[in-house]
């Protein structure tokens, strides 16, 4: 009778599937489960697609409660599925729960270590909940030393009553310790970072520490066992305050210090400076060449905003930077003034910058950087022309300034303004500023590939013109902008699908197809966050334009498939595809920049720090722009496989040199049209991010010695590099 249920249940749920009734289909899944449990390995496949249909679904209509309640029922039937386990820790990391999802990935990962797809998440978990700045922030051994210093001169040992807010790993408190004050209290909002610090604290015999696990602003006095007389933070970032500095010291000063209580750091200075910088600019404004294509040659197209309207970087990697004016200074701020700080938090006026140019030139963007006083007599500096500079903290790039020429000695204002201790350019009076998403505006200012796919049409008109009328051409541009798709119907294509990201892309795109006049009508735009090839029916085209990366330069295995079904089912017996070939690129390098942004060095720190805080660290890093990285070559670039036919192999690598390898550099080659030079992604201002697949220890190399690199691919087509080699 139990088998006669089953097979009547699981037949109603096959129909109401294919009937795209997935609400429905699992429900009646899981009734059939609950009846006979020893059909569940049978379905679970059938009943996996099912469940994660009806998520996509319940994720549109935004019922997240619903799919975490779902997640747990069938979890309770299938507890050791590697794949529903990693699809429940992305669902977790999507909705912000970083702890949760890192359990569920870890727990995943212990089940079948060959999962790469599951290994990349956990390493998306661990640098959200850990991000490589606190790294590369705590590996600067000069602002350790230097806040040693300052904590050494400001406490009176038996006397002083510490609080350390945003305290992190404990580090400040744990400097404070060597002076035994009184009291130290460390508080810490993120609960995983508070276990992290109680066991640095632990292993360095500092039991007088006292954590809280609670963000600062929450607590009052009664919280901390009273007033504090000294404060200890380093919670800055590039634009000094956008961590939230500010808030907590005017909250802190209202309600656990006294008028007498010193803040470490007492004060600090904050600069900006016109620049005139390319390569900069083309990474928060869409670039000259590109508009000229798209016929939009007089707007000005810049980035969306972020948390902040700045953005942060290492200024003095770009080569082609120039200083157009004398920097100045915007404002200095007293942190051990309780008016100065609860003035600059709540100032209303904006600051004005006056910038008088050195030269005859263009400023096309605004950087800023600070000197941060810990004590009268102790500083450390952002300026990135000093050779003393902290590389704790970058610099911040205020970009939404309007390219502007300058004379020398003509000087202009530009006005700035403050958002809760935020600090923002602002505009012109009245210019309405397009904007874009991040990853529409970096595939666009990807020149070099815009070259390409301009050069490519008439090559493409050529070929479908041989059968057929262009009038009659259907397309599919699936880029993160369709250029190639926009040039084919000015062109006179019939029609065009794509797809964007927001409504910021979408009115972006409308706009170009309005300059050059290209009706709507022709145009079928797809949301990318929800779309899947269901939604091309049947569909037949001409030409497809396909972009099988994500935005982290990790091949999209969704992408791909849907790439593959385009192919197979949708192309023409005479269409054309595009790209025509993908290759995976390696080579083998050690790179300290790397090393210092994904493990902590004891020396550095001046504890025993890094055995607890090196557990977070990953094995693979995104380089958003490779040339701008110094490393050691320890092989020549090497090909690994394409990505049309990839499978798990070895490769045997030449070292060219003795040393120590901590990295393996992957890129791609990209071939447009079959015949054409291919281009490679590991190039300044390619829109595909280059990889760093980390080494888990130094791995020492020889010169003239062949190593074994392992290529990775897992069920679902996901990759990983790995080297073969003993520890050092």
Not at 23 to 35: G, Q
Not at 597 to 622: E, F, H, P, T
């Amino acid at each position: 009778m139990e088998a006669i249920y089953f097979v009547n249940y699981v037949s109603l749920a096959r129909q109401q599937a294919s009937s795209k009734n997935y609400i429905a289909a699992f429900n009646t899944y899981v009734h059939a489960v609950d009846m006979l449990p020893a059909i569940s390995k049978e379905i679970e496949n059938e009943f996996r697609t099912v469940f994660l249909k009806m998520n996509e679904e319940l994720e549109f209509e935004k019922n997240k409660e619903v799919i975490f309640n779902n997640f747990k029922r069938v979890l309770s039937i299938y507890p050791s599925n590697v794949d529903l386990l990693n699809d429940i820790g992305k669902y977790l990391y999507k909705y912000s729960y970083y702890t949760e999802a890192l359990y569920s990935f870890e727990r995943a990962l212990s089940m079948d270590t060959s999962h790469v797809k599951v290994e990349k998440n956990l390493n998306k978990a661990k640098s959200s909940l850990f991000p490589r700045t606190l790294f590369r922030s705590l590996n600067d051994k000069a602002r350790n030393n230097a806040y040693r210093a300052a904590i050494r001169s400001s406490i009176n040992p038996a006397k002083d009553s510490i609080i350390n807010i945003d305290a992190g790993t404990g580090l400040l408190a744990l400097y404070a310790t060597e002076c035994n004050p009184i009291a130290i209290t460390a508080c810490e909002s993120s609960n995983m970072i508070i276990q992290l610090a109680d066991r640095v604290i632990q292993e360095n015999l500092a039991t007088q520490v006292v954590l809280v696990n609670e963000p600062s602003v929450l607590l009052k006095q009664a919280d901390i066992c009273g007033l504090k007389s000294i404060l200890m933070t380093d919670m800055i970032d590039a634009g000094l305050f956008g961590n939230g500095l500010l808030q907590s010291l005017c909250h802190a000063w209202d309600n656990f210090l006294h008028k007498q209580s010193t803040i470490i750091p007492g004060k600090a200075e904050f600069f900006v400076a016109g620049v005139n910088c390319v390569q900069l600019n083309n990474k928060y404004k869409l670039c000259q060449q590109t508009k000229n294509i798209l016929n939009i040659s007089h707007q000005n197209v810049h980035t969306t905003y972020s948390a902040e309207a700045y953005g942060s970087e290492d200024i003095n990697l770009y080569e082609d930077l120039k200083y157009t004016s004398e920097p100045h200074s915007l404002f200095t701020i007293d942190f051990k003034s309780r008016d100065e700080v609860i003035e600059m938090l709540k100032k209303q006026r904006p600051y004005n910058a006056v910038f008088n140019p050195t030269v005859n030139d263009e400023i096309n963007m605004i950087v800023g950087w600070f000197n941060l006083y810990l004590t009268d007599d102790i500083m450390l500096t952002s300026d990135p022309r000093s050779e003393n500079r902290t590389r704790a903290w970058q610099q911040a790039v205020f970009f939404d300034v309007v390219p502007r020429r300058v004379r020398r000695n003509e000087s202009f204002s530009i006005p700035f303004v403050s958002y809760g201790g935020r600090l923002a350019a602002i505009p012109e009076s009245g210019q309405v500023i397009p904007r874009v998403s991040r990853e529409t505006l970096v595939f666009l200012n990807d020149t070099e590939y815009m070259n390409m796919i301009t050069k490519s049409i008439g090559i493409v008109c050529l070929h479908v013109g041989q059968t057929m009328c262009l009038e009659d051409v259907d397309i599919v541009d699936l880029s993160p902008f369709p250029l190639f798709g926009v040039l084919m119907m000015k062109r006179g294509a019939n029609s065009l699908v794509c797809k964007v990201k927001g409504s910021e892309d979408t009115a972006f795109l409308n706009s170009v197809l309005e300059e050059n006049g290209i009706p709507a009508s022709k145009i079928t735009i797809l949301d990318s966050d929800y779309w899947s090839c269901e939604l091309y029916n049947n569909k037949k085209f001409h030409v497809i334009f396909t972009n099988i990366f994500d935005n982290s330069g990790e091949i999209d295995v969704k992408q791909q498939s849907i790439l593959h079904h385009l192919q197979k089912s949708h192309l023409t017996s005479n269409g054309i595809c595009l790209p025509a070939s993908v290759t995976v690129m390696g080579q083998l390098v050690y790179s300290d920049e790397l090393e210092i942004s994904n493990r902590i060095i004891d020396d550095n720190v001046g504890c025993r720090m890094a055995k607890y805080v090196n557990w977070y660290q990953v094995s693979q890093l995104s380089c958003s722009d490779i040339t701008q990285s110094n490393f050691v070559p320890l092989s020549e670039p090497f090909e690994v496989a394409s990505c049309q036919d990839m499978c798990s192999n070895l490769v045997q690598v030449p070292i060219v040199q003795d040393g120590v390898c901590n990295a393996i550099l992957c890129w791609y080659k990209v071939q447009l049209i079959d015949g054409w030079n291919a281009t490679c992604t590991n190039r300044r201002n390619s829109f595909i991010p280059s990889t760093a697949y980390m080494t888990n220890a130094l791995r020492k190399v020889f010169k003239d010695d062949e190593v074994n690199v392992l290529l990775c691919v897992d069920l679902h087509g996901t990759f990983k590099l790995a080297l073969d080699v003993e520890p050092y």
